[in-house]
């Protein structure tokens, strides 16, 4: 059930023609679909319970951190996966509670930490030895224990852009698996901790059962270790990273919920744990698009551009991962209607704000409108001012009905945050 889609000529989302968007709230602006977000949840939710599992879910809020969104998640029962203190505040703002939210990142300070642990938070995923003794440590100055994974890398190949992975030896991210044992056996030692869980993630837009299967396989083998150690292990937090289709023609098709649910529940099925899933791309990523205008039609020497009003700081997964996002006119082009190669470009003073080359599209005039599909996820929540432009704002759609739940800012506020140096006068 797809809810972007053309009714009498006009692409829709749910029942709100997106140039009635387009007219009322100016271009560029994200559009996100309520029906889509809420089909993803209850898939996705669906397929964990079908399979008999044990499972809480923990949106990753990074992919998408608007307020509207995490609300409408919240709503259907959510948790959420953070990785700073303002994605906590965020989080718990729009309405989820620190006792489901999970706290990640390689890098949180000692403020941090003491937020997180006087909100409440459900879970800490430490990332390295001296996270791990500082947290002990503001644990113990606050007389409470802080319940903790850590984040085991399971060094394992997950067959995604390469900046995209984190499960290798190499990345930054997580505790080599062949030192976890020893952090484990310290982490049981520390007074302030309280160890939980054990944490793994990737990577992102994996499409492939594999390699998740193999990081499982490694947990379970440490899971073992830990409890022949008489450490306790409650709960297994697998992250996130499931990959979602961007229609790419060639591209695999990512995996079903079900399959990845089955996998689950043959390798960790069994061992009388709890299951936490982080995922942010699945839920979000279809039920986004970028909405934006053909600003001109340029001939060039050697190819036509059309250069439309959103740019890499809109949405920057072109420019930086050299990701696919499809391409779609507002207006239903006439069947049989021809097609032209053409580059689709952005405003932004940097060759790399490209969107896509080459593409196939129908001949688009100055005016037209566009969306840039499957750009809910690392869309928006990636976004910034660069040139000089207004953050993008984000509508939510709901049936028949839309809200503004991010406004474009003014002009005036692009420069509110600024003063001159007192020598200036
Ligand atoms: C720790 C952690 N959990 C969850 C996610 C969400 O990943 P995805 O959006 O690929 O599901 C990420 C981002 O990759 C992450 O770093
Ligand atoms: N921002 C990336 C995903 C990064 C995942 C963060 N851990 C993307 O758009 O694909």
Same mark, same amino acid.
């Given at each position: ?20 968007? %387009?007219?009322?709230?100016?271009? =560029? ?5 309520? $029906? ?14 079908? $399979? ?24 259907? /029962? ?21 006792? *489901? ?36 440590? &503001? ?16 060094? &394992? ?18 505790? %080599? ?36 299967? $193999?990081?499982? *396989? ?8 830990? *409890? %022949? ?20 023609? /060639? ?11 089955? &996998? ?14 982080? =995922? ?22 050697? *190819?036509?551009?059309?250069? &439309? ?18 391409? $779609? ?97």
């Amino acid at each position: 059930m797809h809810h972007f889609t053309y009714r009498d000529g006009a692409l829709h989302c749910e029942d709100v023609p997106l140039a009635a968007i %387009a007219a009322a709230v100016g271009t =560029p602006v994200y559009v996100y679909s309520t $029906a889509t977000l809420t089909r993803h949840w209850t898939v996705f939710t669906g397929a964990l319970k079908d $399979a008999g599992l044990d499972a809480s879910v923990h949106f990753a809020t990074k992919a998408n951190g608007n307020m509207a969104v995490l609300r409408t998640l919240a709503d259907l /029962g959510a948790g959420a996966d953070v990785v700073s203190g303002g994605e906590l505040f965020a989080a718990m703002h729009a309405g989820i509670p620190a006792s *489901r939210i999970v706290f990640s990142g390689v890098g949180k300070t000692r403020d941090e930490l003491a937020y997180a642990l006087d909100q409440g938070v459900f879970q800490i995923n430490v990332e390295s030895e001296p996270e791990l003794r500082l947290l002990d440590a &503001v644990a113990r100055e606050k007389g409470v224990q802080a319940p903790i994974a850590i984040r085991v890398n399971p060094d &394992v190949e997950a067959g995604t852009h390469e900046k995209i992975t984190t499960g290798k030896l190499d990345n930054k991210f997580g505790i %080599a698996w062949t030192q976890a044992h020893a952090l484990y056996r310290l982490a049981a030692d520390l007074p302030g901790i309280a160890v939980k869980a054990i944490a793994m993630h990737i990577g992102s837009q994996i499409a492939d059962l594999a390699p998740f299967a $193999a990081a499982f *396989r490694r947990m379970r083998d440490l899971l073992a270790i830990l *409890r %022949a150690d008489g450490i306790e292990i409650e709960r297994l937090d697998i992250g996130g990273g499931l990959g979602v289709p961007y229609d790419r023609e /060639g591209d695999p098709t990512p995996m079903p919920p079900a399959d990845y649910a089955k &996998v689950i529940r043959q390798e960790l099925g069994d061992l009388g744990c709890k299951l936490l899933l982080e =995922p942010g791309r699945l839920i979000t990523a279809n039920a986004g698009v970028l909405l934006t205008k053909v600003i001109y039609r340029k001939e060039g020497a050697t *190819r036509t551009f059309v250069i &439309v009003d959103a740019g890499m700081n809109d949405l920057v997964r072109p420019a930086m991962y050299d990701a696919f996002h499809a391409i $779609a006119p507002v207006r239903e082009p006439a069947a049989g209607a021809a097609t032209e190669l053409v580059d689709v470009v952005g405003p932004i003073c940097e060759s790399s704000d490209i969107f896509a080359k080459q593409r196939s599209l129908p001949r688009l005039e100055a005016d037209d409108l566009l969306v840039l599909r499957t750009a809910g996820a690392y869309g928006a929540a990636m976004s910034n001012s660069y040139n000089g432009r207004p953050l993008v704002p984000e509508v939510l759609v709901n049936g028949d009905q839309y809200a503004v739940v991010r406004r474009r800012p003014t002009w005036e506020e692009l420069v509110t945050l600024e003063s001159l140096a007192p020598w200036q006068g």
